[in-house]
């Protein structure tokens, strides 16, 4: 079956500083990838979309330029969020597209804790 | 190989009866399991989840039930109605929450 990885599964930094999250399709072409964002035990917050080779579609309320999002190839999209912030501590789960219909692809998740 | 899985990618069920979506997973260390409902352009809503210690939790129209030794659990929606027409995804975690599991999602169409 499809498998998607996030690098890292886990991060701490301190305030100020930038993350980049890695998300990687492993065996199959993944023109679009998700970014969502999640609190324990509730909804996952859909916060961009990313389409290979073209700019990300952000949800409305995220900063696109606090949360950098790169699509540069069919199995790799990165989020990187800058001058990270305490608020910004959370779990941040990508997806990638499958080619039957409304499947994705969810990776692990990475956890991001900002002191 | 994936963990969590959905082996079914589409559902159709008339308006009234049973909804019954199916999830299995291979990892007998997840003791947590949820169940999101999404919408086209939306994120995954969460919708009910159970605890490894049960086996049975209710929430409405909504009933989730985990088989441990078969390690599947399935969602029933009775009864079903148009509005329950979305992709489902299951989803496992530990106890710590370090990481989810994702099955790759159903597509149920509650035909009225």
């Known amino acids: 079956g499809a498998v998607v990885s996030q690098h ?9 500083t930038s993350v980049k999250i890695e998300c990687r399709s492993l065996d199959f072409q993944a023109t ?26 952000y949800e409305q309320g995220v900063e ?7 699509h540069a190839s ?12 305490p608020e910004d501590s959370s779990f941040y789960i990508c997806s990638a597209a499958g080619t039957v219909a409304d499947t994705q692809y969810f990776g692990p998740g990475t956890r991001l804790t900002v002191l | 190989d994936q963990q969590v899985k959905q082996n079914s990618p589409s559902l159709s069920v008339q308006e009234g009866r049973i909804s019954i979506l199916n999830c299995d997973y291979t990892n007998s260390m997840f003791d947590y399991f949820l169940w999101y409902k999404k919408y086209p352009a939306e994120g995954p809503t969460f919708l009910i989840s159970i605890s490894s210690i049960k086996d049975k939790n209710e929430d409405g129209r909504f009933t989730v039930f985990l088989n441990k030794s078969a390690k599947h659990l399935s969602l029933h929606i009775v009864p079903s109605q148009p509005g329950d027409s979305a992709v489902y995804f299951c989803a496992a975690s530990r106890e710590n929450f370090n990481k989810f599991y994702f099955g790759s999602g159903t597509k149920l169409n509650v035909k009225p």
């Not at chain 1, 890292?8 to 100020?16: A, E, F, L, N, T």
């Open chain 1, 8 to 16: 890292p599964s886990w991060v701490i930094c301190k305030s100020g």
């Open chain 1, 74 to 85: 069919l199995t790799l999209s990165t989020l990187t969020v800058t001058s990270a912030h």
């Open chain 1, 64 to 70: 696109k330029d606090k949360f950098l999002i790169n």
């Open chain 1, 32 to 57: 679009t990838m998700f970014w969502y964002r999640q609190f324990p035990k509730q909804s996952l917050m859909l916060m961009a979309t990313s389409n290979e080779g073209s700019k990300a579609t």
